[in-house]
Nanobody
Framework: QVELVESGGGLVQAGGSLRLSCAAS????????MGWFRQPPGEERVFIAA????????YYTDSVKGRFTISRDNDKNTMYLQMNNLEPADTAVYYC???????????????WGQGIQVTVSS
């Protein structure tokens, strides 16, 4: 059974930075691909970034390219999302996700974290 726990959210001013962490437990093959989604207030949850097991491949939605960086440390069973130059539009509940396949991570990942709030003030 895979469990994901996010941390590092909070309130930050526009232009600031936050680093989210996702601590994972479970079989390595279930964590082959990991990713981040977010759900702004009143909107649907959307994909923002993904990473494969080795970290050699990363994927981003256009709205966060150049500002957000996804990474992982498999020795610590942890994935990260470094968020720089934050904007009020980045305000959302952020979820980490995991799946055995990089092909599914951006659409229908098998495991979700509980979510963590990020609020960016103007």
């Amino acid at each position: 059974q895979v469990e994901l726990v996010e941390s590092g959210g909070g309130l930050v001013q526009a232009g600031g930075s936050l680093r989210l962490s996702c601590a994972a437990s479970g079989r390595p093959n279930s964590l082959a691909a990991m990713g981040w989604f977010r759900q702004p207030p009143g909107e649907e949850r959307v994909f923002i970034a993904a990473i494969n097991w080795t970290g050699s491949s990363t994927y981003y939605t256009d709205s966060v390219k150049g500002r957000f960086t996804i990474s992982r440390d498999n020795d610590k069973n942890t994935m990260y999302l470094q968020m720089n130059n934050l904007e009020p539009a980045d305000t959302a509940v952020y979820y980490c996700a995991a799946d055995s396949s990089i092909l599914r991570i951006a659409t229908v990942p098998s495991t979700w974290g509980q979510g963590i709030q990020v609020t960016v003030s103007s």
